[in-house]
């Protein structure tokens, strides 16, 4: 079993600036982070496998603003999000598969998750 704990999150205007971080209690390959609205299915945001040079993917309404790092020593996985934009207001979510091949994009894929923890963009 592993435990995901989040941190970061809240609110900011439009085109500031947020991390969330992910602290594992243990090493996944493949990890990742989702968010979700109301009404709305979750969504991968950017996800990441951990083997092979770690390639990563960003969902195209965050490419080029959203940033994953990790720190594998401690297990933790972050996420830079600049620029935020109104839309990208949603609880967001880490989660973790512990064996994996490659990068794994569908939340039915992961089963470790996180408690979620609140981004708001709004003026």
């Known amino acids: 079993q592993v435990q995901l704990v989040e941190s970061g999150g809240g609110s900011v205007r439009p085109g500031g600036s947020l991390n969330v971080s992910c602290a594992a209690s243990?090493?996944?390959?493949?990890m990742g982070w989702f968010r979700q609205t109301p009404g709305e299915e979750r969504e991968a945001v950017a996800t990441i496998y951990r083997g092979d040079g770690g390639p990563v993917y960003y969902a195209d309404s965050v490419k080029g603003r959203f940033y994953i790092s990790q720190d594998n020593a401690k297990n933790t996985l972050s996420l830079q999000m600049n620029n935020l934009k109104p839309e990208d207001t949603a609880m967001y979510y880490c989660?973790?598969?512990?064996?994996?091949?490659?990068?794994?994009?569908?939340?039915?894929?992961?089963?470790?998750w996180g408690q979620g923890t609140q981004v708001t963009v709004s003026s």
């Open positions: 989660a973790a598969r512990q064996h994996c091949t490659g990068i794994v994009l569908l939340p039915t894929g992961y089963k470790f």
């Open positions: 243990g090493y996944t390959d493949c």
